[in-house]
């Protein structure tokens, strides 16, 4: 899940490596990031510095908006680093499974109340209807109901 950064590679200089994604990392502020000094915060910057620093090819990093500006370590020629970049939001890996809605539910904690009787009779309460309250699937019905009358 998630979705990859899309990554463009620009012109640079030797030793260097630039970036260009289609997110913007630090607004309208510039970030630095060395090799050996701690990277602090959880911003997209830092995570992406951190990333690309952890690689063991990186003396650092500059950031500025979408632009990433990497100083590549001697001897490296940073194969590679644009996938750091792109798999920055994806959390799905190959090997791994995705857990279904019906999984999630079934570890939740029964709640101490009991559930809710469905709206159309004396049955368990779906998972929608245990998530979602009432007010706001009445809300729901109503601008479906209008849309329904409009098209």
């Known amino acids: 899940m998630g979705q990859q950064v899309a990554v463009t590679v620009l012109p640079s200089r030797q ?3 630039r ?3 289609n ?12 090799a050996g000094a701690p990277v602090v915060g959880n911003t997209p910057s830092a995570v992406v510095a951190r990333r690309l620093l952890d690689t063991g090819h990186v003396d650092g990093v500059h950031v ?3 632009i990433i500006d990497i ?15 792109r798999d920055l939001y994806q959390y799905w890996l190959p ?8 999984d999630t539910a079934t570890d939740a904690p029964a709640e101490s109340g009991g559930t809710a009787p469905a709206a159309g009779g004396g049955g368990a309460a779906s998972a929608y209807e245990q998530r979602v309250p009432e007010t706001l699937r009445q809300r ?3 601008a479906l109901a209008r849309w329904r009358a409009n098209h």
Request: glycine letters at 18%; hydrophobic letters at 30%; charged letters at 25%.
């Open 15 to 17: 030793g260097e490596l």
């Open 19 to 21: 970036f260009e994604a």
């Open 23 to 34: 997110r913007n990392f630090t607004g309208m502020g510039h970030e630095n990031y060395r």
């Open 64 to 66: 500025y908006g979408n």
């Open 71 to 85: 100083q590549l370590a001697r001897g490296s020629d940073g194969a590679g680093l644009d996938g750091v970049v």
């Open 95 to 102: 090997d791994r499974e995705l857990p279904t809605f019906d």
């Open 140 to 142: 729901s019905a109503a």
